[in-house]
């Protein structure tokens, strides 16, 4: 192996320039790193999603560092394993300020964690990008900086936007059935499409609550089908959704139309009796929001280290989309006020909207929330596409009817 | 008011899913029981079981009838071989609990480092094919492993009650010192039951396979429940086991249909703790 060094004298500092010019190379990120501390839910029930959030936080550092770093500066993602457990997180971020000493923070997957985070990130007052947080009204840090854009009351407006869809079809559901998982983030936006049903006459037929990491839902199933509802809402989260779907087709039943709220993107748009599911999104890889800040960048190689890391779904949904549009809120912050300083970044932030892959982020509105940008999403021949708002809906989707 | 047929289908259910708590529990009962070895990697056991399942399944095609036959004998040399860890390290009641734990966090660690954290699903053409019985769907894999249950825990029992290693065993588990002095081989008995404690994780597996999806945190999914189920049914009784996973799959199954599926949970603590109070003997 050569070095610089090996090299030596006019001549060394000649073909080193030579190789250069002739690679190419661009200036490297140099001096020491900006380090950058978060973590994930590498296992525990959490993990298969988290995983989506690891690959794209991956991509975005290392194409950081391909080009100049931040600032000029390499930058390190020292990432740690939560568990999938918030008091677990809480301790880790608090680790990673005090003892790590990490330069900035970006937040751990799913809204029980990130809230725990939150509250650490409070007390030493650093500046907290996140990507994947449902329960607005409980975010009071002014430093908190959502890219989950579900607007400041995604109980009203996610079910709204939903209902919208359905009343758009010529056969709009009449009666709802709402089963939801107990998660904060679930239940609350599941408890909100209970009232908004209600305030627009439809006939909620069942609502149902079950514990996070339910494992049977034989039961939850038969009472479905009890109700027989027009349309099954699943406050689902993971896999959830799966396990009611079969459940169901068990008892030989099947609701005309169904809607997961946080489902597990791959597993449900590959099992067999998932098509024509409905689910949210904010990003889903194909036009027009391809053409998004960072959207053909981030989707090929994704493609590529999903299937590398045995992901079985690797197209770039809302979670892998939500993470990297994180990624680009702090590096659009550092670079606009070209420093690390916290509270000088949140304070620009707070002021300018950034242009990210989910579309115009602003944090301006309550609690830093600004648009609720909720689309809806199907599933159609085994890959999810979004069917409403119009606008933002697949070349040539449109929502199936069942 | 819950329909019959709402009442019925919960219990149907039930009966089902606690059919898989009597098969999780039968390798652990042995094990607490006969050998005094508080098993917490008996569910990583199971659920490596069920991810070998998936892999023989999807990567050459092996039917998971087969795979199963080729995993059971595996996991019975693996048992062998755990066990001869704990003698080695004179594993005791209580310290066991601490080094099964650490077995299975590892058991956790390796399943995600080669399968990776993402969920698995085996899809098999009959994963949800149903029997009907009047008004009633009778899930068939459910209903294959609940009668996988009721067989392995009546010829355990009758293994055990019947045969002389089964006496053996059960004497070494009263009274190791006269059952030592009474020529019985302790040493090797323990080395049998942990094999055949395995390889009954590794059929749970198999099944596992076909009815869940897999991802390495399910590991700690069933622990709870199964605990439960294992001191309600009496440590070392194979059909107390499976007639405890009954009673509390269908208390859980019939709590959803009648409540709400948010109260299940806390049946199978609150009939364990309503049994221990009227039959304090079962600890």
Same mark, same amino acid.
């Given at each position: 192996?050569?070095?610089?060094?090996?090299?030596?004298?006019?001549?060394?500092?000649?073909?080193?320039?030579?190789?250069?010019?002739?690679?190419?190379?661009?200036? !490297?990120?140099?001096?020491?790193?900006?380090?950058?501390?978060?973590?994930?839910?590498?296992?525990?029930?959490?993990?298969?999603?988290?995983?989506?959030?690891?690959?794209?936080? @991956?991509?975005?550092?290392?194409?950081?560092?391909?080009?100049?770093?931040?600032?000029? &500066?390499?930058? @390190?993602?020292?990432?740690?394993?939560?568990?999938?457990?918030?008091?677990?997180?809480?301790?880790?971020?608090?680790?990673? +300020?005090?003892?790590?000493?990490?330069?900035?923070?970006?937040?751990?997957?799913?809204?029980?964690?990130?809230?725990?985070?939150?509250?650490?990130?409070?007390?030493?007052?650093?500046?907290?990008?996140?990507?994947?947080?449902?329960?607005?009204?409980?975010?009071?840090?002014?430093?908190?900086?959502?890219?989950?854009?579900?607007?400041?009351?995604?109980?009203?407006?996610?079910?709204?936007?939903?209902?919208?869809?359905?009343?758009?079809?010529?056969?709009?559901?009449?009666?709802?059935?709402?089963?939801?998982?107990?998660?904060?983030?679930?239940?609350?936006?599941?408890?909100?499409?209970? @009232?908004?049903?209600?305030?627009?006459?439809?006939?909620?037929?069942?609502?149902?609550?079950?514990?996070?990491?339910?494992?049977?839902?034989?039961?939850?199933?038969?009472?479905?089908?009890?109700?027989?509802?027009?349309?099954?809402?699943?406050?689902?989260?993971?896999?959830?959704?799966?396990?009611?779907?079969?459940?169901?087709?068990?008892?030989?039943?099947?609701?005309?139309?169904?809607?997961?709220?946080?489902?597990?993107?791959?597993?449900?748009?590959?099992?067999?009796?998932?098509?024509?599911?409905?689910?949210?999104?904010?990003?889903?890889?194909?036009?027009?929001?391809?053409?998004?800040?960072?959207?053909?960048?981030?989707?090929?190689?994704?493609?590529? &280290?999903?299937?590398?890391?045995?992901?079985?779904?690797?197209?770039?949904?809302?979670?892998?989309?939500?993470?990297?549009?994180?990624?680009?809120?702090?590096?659009?912050?550092?670079?606009?006020?070209?420093?690390?300083?916290?509270?000088?970044?949140?304070?620009?932030?707070?002021?300018?909207?950034?242009?990210?892959?989910?579309?115009?982020?602003?944090?301006?509105?309550?609690?830093?929330?600004?648009?609720?940008?909720?689309?809806?999403?199907?599933?159609?021949?085994?890959?999810?596409?979004?069917?409403?708002?119009?606008?933002?809906?697949?070349?040539?989707?449109? *929502?199936?009817?069942? | 008011?819950?329909?019959?047929?709402?009442?019925?289908?919960?219990?149907?259910?039930?009966?089902?899913?606690?059919?898989?708590?009597?098969?999780?529990?039968?390798?652990?009962?042995?094990?607490?029981?006969?050998?005094?070895?508080?098993?917490?990697?008996?569910?990583?056991?199971?659920?490596?079981?069920?991810?070998?399942?998936?892999?023989?399944?999807?990567?050459?095609?092996?039917?998971?009838?087969?795979?199963?036959?080729?995993?059971?004998?595996?996991?019975?040399?693996?048992?062998?071989?755990?066990?001869?860890?704990?003698?080695?390290?004179?594993?005791?009641?209580?310290?066991?609990?601490?080094?099964?734990?650490?077995?299975?966090? +590892?058991?956790?660690?390796?399943?995600?480092?080669?399968?990776?954290?993402?969920?698995?699903?085996?899809?098999?053409?009959?994963?949800?094919?149903?029997?009907?019985?009047?008004?009633?769907?009778?899930?068939?894999?459910?209903?294959?492993?609940?009668?996988?249950?009721?067989?392995?825990?009546?010829?355990?029992?009758?293994?055990?009650?019947?045969?002389?290693?089964?006496?053996?065993?059960?004497?070494?588990?009263?009274?190791?010192?006269?059952?030592?002095?009474?020529?019985?081989?302790?040493?090797?008995?323990?080395?049998? *039951?942990?094999?055949?404690?395995?390889?009954?994780?590794?059929?749970?597996?198999?099944?596992?396979?076909?009815? !869940?999806?897999?991802?390495?945190?399910?590991?700690?999914?069933?622990?709870?429940?199964?605990?439960?189920?294992?001191?309600?049914?009496?440590?070392?009784?194979?059909?107390?086991?499976?007639?405890?996973?009954?009673? +509390?799959?269908?208390?859980?199954?019939?709590?959803?249909?009648?409540?709400?599926?948010?109260?299940?949970?806390?049946?199978?603590?609150?009939?364990?703790?309503?049994?221990?109070?009227? &039959?304090?003997?079962?600890?």
């Amino acid at each position: 192996m050569i070095s610089p060094r090996g090299l030596g004298g006019r001549g060394g500092l000649a073909v080193l320039l030579a190789l250069v010019v002739v690679t190419g190379a661009t200036a !490297a990120p140099s001096g020491p790193p900006v380090r950058i501390g978060g973590t994930l839910a590498l296992t525990g029930p959490l993990a298969p999603t988290a995983l989506l959030h690891k690959i794209a936080g @991956e991509i975005y550092v290392d194409e950081l560092n391909k080009a100049n770093g931040l600032l000029g &500066r390499p930058v @390190e993602w020292v990432l740690l394993d939560d568990q999938s457990k918030p008091d677990v997180t809480r301790s880790l971020y608090e680790k990673l +300020i005090t003892v790590d000493k990490v330069d900035l923070l970006m937040g751990p997957y799913a809204t029980s964690g990130i809230l725990a985070a939150m509250g650490v990130a409070q007390r030493y007052q650093k500046m907290l990008p996140h990507h994947s947080y449902g329960m607005p009204h409980l975010a009071k840090y002014e430093m908190h900086f959502p890219t989950a854009a579900f607007g400041p009351e995604p109980n009203v407006t996610v079910p709204a936007r939903i209902y919208d869809a359905l009343a758009a079809t010529s056969n709009p559901p009449k009666s709802v059935a709402i089963v939801t998982s107990k998660f904060p983030s679930a239940q609350f936006q599941s408890n909100g499409a209970r @009232e908004v049903a209600e305030k627009r006459g439809l006939k909620v037929a069942l609502y149902l609550e079950y514990e996070f990491g339910t494992r049977d839902f034989g039961a939850i199933a038969a009472r479905i089908k009890d109700a027989r509802p027009d349309f099954l809402w699943v406050g689902a989260l993971g896999l959830d959704g799966n396990q009611v779907i079969e459940a169901m087709k068990k008892l030989d039943y099947m609701p005309p139309r169904q809607f997961h709220l946080f489902p597990a993107p791959g597993p449900l748009a590959l099992a067999p009796d998932g098509k024509l599911a409905l689910s949210h999104t904010f990003f889903e890889a194909h036009p027009p929001m391809l053409s998004n800040t960072g959207a053909a960048r981030l989707v090929p190689l994704f493609h590529d &280290r999903a299937a590398k890391a045995g992901v079985p779904y690797v197209n770039v949904d809302t979670q892998a989309a939500g993470s990297f549009a994180a990624w680009q809120v702090l590096e659009a912050a550092i670079t606009a006020t070209k420093s690390l300083d916290d509270k000088a970044m949140a304070q620009w932030l707070k002021k300018n909207p950034v242009d990210t892959i989910l579309g115009r982020l602003r944090f301006d509105g309550s609690n830093n929330y600004g648009d609720d940008l909720s689309k809806l999403k199907q599933v159609q021949d085994g890959k999810w596409v979004v069917v409403w708002p119009r606008e933002f809906a697949a070349p040539g989707a449109r *929502l199936l009817p069942p | 008011m819950p329909s019959l047929t709402l009442l019925g289908q919960a219990v149907v259910s039930g009966l089902l899913a606690g059919g898989i708590y009597g098969l999780l529990a039968l390798g652990l009962s042995l094990s607490w029981g006969l050998l005094r070895l508080v098993n917490l990697a008996h569910f990583a056991l199971a659920l490596l079981g069920a991810y070998l399942t998936y892999q023989l399944g999807t990567a050459w095609l092996v039917p998971p009838w087969l795979a199963t036959l080729l995993i059971v004998p595996a996991f019975f040399a693996l048992g062998l071989g755990l066990h001869a860890v704990f003698a080695y390290f004179r594993v005791t009641e209580f310290t066991s609990l601490l080094v099964t734990f650490g077995v299975a966090v +590892i058991l956790e660690s390796a399943i995600q480092w080669f399968w990776t954290a993402d969920y698995r699903r085996y899809e098999t053409a009959y994963a949800t094919a149903s029997l009907r019985v009047g008004p009633f769907f009778v899930p068939t894999l459910e209903l294959l492993a609940g009668l996988t249950a009721a067989a392995l825990a009546l010829v355990t029992w009758a293994w055990l009650r019947f045969t002389y290693i089964g006496k053996a065993l059960r004497a070494c588990a009263e009274d190791p010192a006269m059952a030592v002095a009474f020529g019985v081989n302790r040493r090797a008995q323990a080395f049998l *039951l942990s094999g055949v404690s395995a390889a009954y994780a590794g059929v749970a597996g198999g099944f596992i396979a076909l009815i !869940a999806t897999l991802a390495p945190a399910q590991i700690w999914a069933w622990v709870g429940v199964v605990f439960a189920v294992v001191i309600i049914g009496g440590l070392a009784n194979p059909l107390g086991a499976l007639l405890a996973g009954l009673l +509390i799959g269908v208390s859980e199954s019939v709590t959803m249909a009648v409540v709400t599926p948010a109260w299940a949970p806390l049946v199978s603590f609150s009939v364990l703790i309503l049994i221990l109070v009227l &039959r304090p003997d079962r600890m």
